[in-house]
């Protein structure tokens, strides 16, 4: 073969391998699909109120559609130490407007009030647990869409049953919302720390991870099973769960393993029989707190959506890049993912609104601010699944 037949044939098949590139990355752009460009809303802003720093969201939508967004008003610092109020804002017209701030639970001298777990039940009750201290743990309930709150209950009790198992030094549930399941059951994931010394700022870690659940609309609250301690899955704490159409009940799970991915353990009824922890490659594990929430679909396996800072080509792995991703086959693989916010980016939880709108509430920093504020974003879900 002489020579300028060799040189044709070479491009001949350079085209073909860029031809083949090409439609490779135009296939994992279809996946990838743009960044969502609706414009944030501030919901709870450093500069409105007294607070140093808004942190650990937590949003739920009731039956009637009002959105109530939970968080810890940390008063001279952002520190999870902080001396802090369990803080709230409604609104009634979709998230475009709030009202006045809401102290739902106020601190009592100089200890954090934190985790705010919110479940809205099939009932229209709004069931919420939260910790004080990280020693205590209280229920409160609302059956007027956030307007008032019932007195807290001291539930200490429920987390003190697991301590002839687990000698816990830190409690807390969630945070971010929960669920009632299909079945009745109201189950909140929780977490606890073991740590190595008290000290005025107990750690937060070694820790393990387990759900409590009320059976009676949240009357009264028992223990359920701890995760399996799975050697090299380090530190489980802040947990999101969702059922599946099967009924299972699937923990989606932070960690602090080398792996740098989310955990995932199923249970049959939500409380006991946990599968050893899993890694899900397709969602990276910044070490941040993340949220996870369904999406009906009739007649098929329901969706799930997942938003957490997806930093992992960011170096040194920053919570950045606040990622959505979607799931057409109950959290197996996650198929197409859109960013919502490329910056300063922390926790962050989803809501579904009765007319399908998503909902995702997130932390996030303005340039030159050094207090964490919360925005909101809404959404239509249908351009992600017109992407799988």
Avoid at 57 to 85: E, Y
Avoid at 159 to 188: C, M, N
Avoid at 260 to 283: N, Q
Avoid at 351 to 377: H, Q
Wanted: contains cysteine.
């Amino acid at each position: 073969m002489n020579l300028n037949n060799i040189v044709i044939k070479s491009k001949i098949l350079c085209c073909i391998f860029l031809l083949g590139s090409v439609m490779i990355s135009s296939a994992y752009a279809q996946k990838h699909i743009e960044k969502e460009e609706s414009k944030p809303i501030p919901v709870l802003e450093t500069s409105d109120h007294p607070y140093s720093s808004l942190r650990i969201p937590a949003l739920a939508v009731t039956q009637k559609g009002t959105l109530l967004a939970f968080a810890a008003g940390r008063i001279d610092s952002g520190s999870d130490w902080a001396d802090m109020d369990l803080v709230m804002r409604r609104s009634v017209d979709g998230g475009n407007t709030w009202q006045a701030l809401q102290v739902v639970a106020e601190r009592e001298g100089k200890t954090p009030v934190d985790n705010p777990t919110p479940i809205v039940g099939k009932d229209g009750t709004v069931h919420l647990i939260y910790q004080r201290d990280y020693a205590r743990a209280f229920y409160t309930s609302s059956t007027d869409d956030g307007k008032t709150w019932s007195a807290a209950k001291d539930i200490t009790g429920v987390f003190d049953a697991f301590k002839d198992e687990y000698d816990w030094k830190v409690l807390a549930p969630g945070p971010g919302h929960s669920i009632q399941l299909t079945s009745g059951r109201l189950i909140v994931p929780v977490w606890l720390a073991d740590s190595d010394v008290e000290t005025p700022h107990r750690s937060h870690r070694p820790s393990r991870i387990a759900t409590i659940y009320s059976d009676d609309n949240g009357i009264t609250w028992q223990r359920g099973a701890l995760i399996p301690d799975v050697p090299g899955f380090t530190n489980p704490s802040e947990t999101m769960a969702v059922e599946l159409s099967d009924g299972r009940v699937m923990l989606n799970i932070r960690n602090e393993s080398t792996e740098r991915r989310r955990g995932v353990s199923y249970s049959d009824d939500g409380i006991s029989g946990w599968t050893a922890p899993e890694y899900v490659d397709e969602l990276f594990e910044p070490i941040c707190m993340a949220t996870i929430v369904r999406v009906d679909n009739p007649g098929v396996s329901p969706y799930l959506l997942f938003v957490n800072p997806d930093s992992k080509d960011i170096p040194k792995h920053p919570r950045r890049n606040l990622t959505i991703k979607l799931s057409a086959d109950e959290g197996k693989t996650w198929s197409v993912a859109r960013v919502l916010n490329e910056g300063v980016s922390g926790y962050s939880d989803l809501a579904m609104g009765p007319d399908g709108t998503v909902y995702c509430l997130y932390e996030t920093r303005k340039e030159n601010s050094k207090g964490v504020s919360l925005y909101l974003k809404k959404f239509d879900v249908q351009p992600l699944i017109d992407a799988l």
